[in-house]
């Protein structure tokens, strides 16, 4: 992960900038760099993956033209090839570097055909004029604002923002700013038509597409490493790796001390595919003590958001202290793409898909948003195989009537993409569990009883009211409100709302995001 911020006209005030871009300083502990364009400041604060040496620092400048990115350009060795023949030169070896001379031939139209997980701020002098983007499912952060005179900002995160302008947005995914418009330029939840393949096609695709997003992955100078839930998405993940990689690799596990439901899957999981393991135990007073840094961090009062947090934090803090991994592989996106346990309920396939094309859509918000804070404020870099673009692209396309779980167990294509010999059968078809509750059940049930320990019904109920926008339903929601608003007042918009089942189908009108309150939980937990 790295750190990105652009004042996009004259800067009256330098030293503020550099303390909003400051207030990010983990995501790019290595190094730091401000450049003033002539029309504007320009800055960075760099981790380094691709490229380690100091050429390879940002921001990188080309005939007075400066460009800042977050991000990771799959297959940029042979774009950089392409680009030396046609005379750009090279100092780094940076993927980053390409993204200049990409803009000089190709202007932007470049964004639609890169295949990456990236935000950027570019300054054109030829046209002295600013250009922003975002990658189309949002992976790498990014946000914007405008200052008293209509300047806009833009920053990897929201609190690089606060202070600085009025509201802050976050930059819409898929997207690129030029002449003050936000233009879409992929949308990866569009389907021209549907894929009506025979089933094993499709499982075939799945298979291959997949193996590829996560090889392409693995290419990293800095070392790598592997989050494993015991869950089915983050297995096979792990499983996929195991096989490229010529020695083991490191996993990671996390789980209460008293309850965790997935640590005994992980071992089966690390066992099979021969990982270096280490588990993560964590309790009651860890939990809680580390509640309000994990808001402060994810810059979100959703309550799933932050239960699925404290986990991933608390690994992640581990992994970060105790080693000597600079990159994770993580199982985000499976859901939006192969569905839910309440999806299961969704009553006919149009329905399906439409609840898939919201959840998709939204991921920069939830589970990707937790992820990137997670991973990247202890100083690591996430990257996520399920998001790479030809796969998710492929299974949003595919018709939704094979994608239902008509076959008595959710995701089912992906599990029979993979059969064979990537993981234990008992694992590959076992029920899911959400990780929230995975890391074990009475984590969120601490989390619930501190809550309700520190209102009254009365105090509940008025607190809540002044909160015309998500309105908090419970006292756990309430609570996390508060210490939202604390690090980013007024700012609640930011979050589109509580991420929740669709109360609209049956089964599914529930007042808790758990899985866990779905009737077809069932063996989930076990």
Known sequence: MCSIMGFCDTCKDKE????????????????????????????????SIMGLHPQ????????????????????????????????YSFKSDSDCEILLPLYKEYGVQMFKDLDAEFALIIYDSENDEYIAARDPIGIRPLFYGYDENGTIMFASEAKNLVGMTGRIIPFPPGHY???GKFICYRDVTSVKEYINDDLNIICENIHNKLVSGIKKRLVADAKVGFLLSGGLDSSLVCAVAAKQSEKPIRTFAIGMNEDAIDLKYAKQVADYIGSEHKEIIINKDIVISNLETVISILGTYDITTIRASMGMYLICKAIHEQTDIRVLLTGEISDELFGYKYTDFAPNAEEFQKEAVKRVKELYAYDVLRAD???????????VPFGDLDFAQYVMSINPEKKMNVYGKGKYLLRKAFEGDYLPYDILWREKAAFSDAVGHSMVDY???????????????????KYTFATPFTKESLLYRELFEKYYPDQAEMVPDFWMPNKNWEGCNVDDPSARVLKNYGKSGI
């Not at 940002?58 to 680009?83: D, H, M, R, W």
């Open 447 to 465: 989390l619930k009883e501190y809550a309700n320990g520190l209102y009254t019904d009365a105090e509940f109920k008025e607190k809540s009211e």
């Open 373 to 383: 804070r997670c991973i990247s404020v202890n100083s690591l870099e996430a990257r």
């Open 56 to 87: 390879g620092m940002q921001p990188f400048e080309l005939n007075g033209s400066f460009v800042v990115c977050n991000g990771e350009i799959y297959g940029y060795e042979k774009t950089k090839a392409e680009l030396k023949n046609k005379g």
């Open 177 to 179: 700013y030029k002449n």
């Open 16 to 47: 503020k900038f550099k303390e909003g871009l400051m207030k990010t300083t983990s995501r790019g502990p290595d190094d730091m760099r401000v450049v003033d364009t002539g029309r504007g400041l320009l800055g960075f604060q760099r981790l």
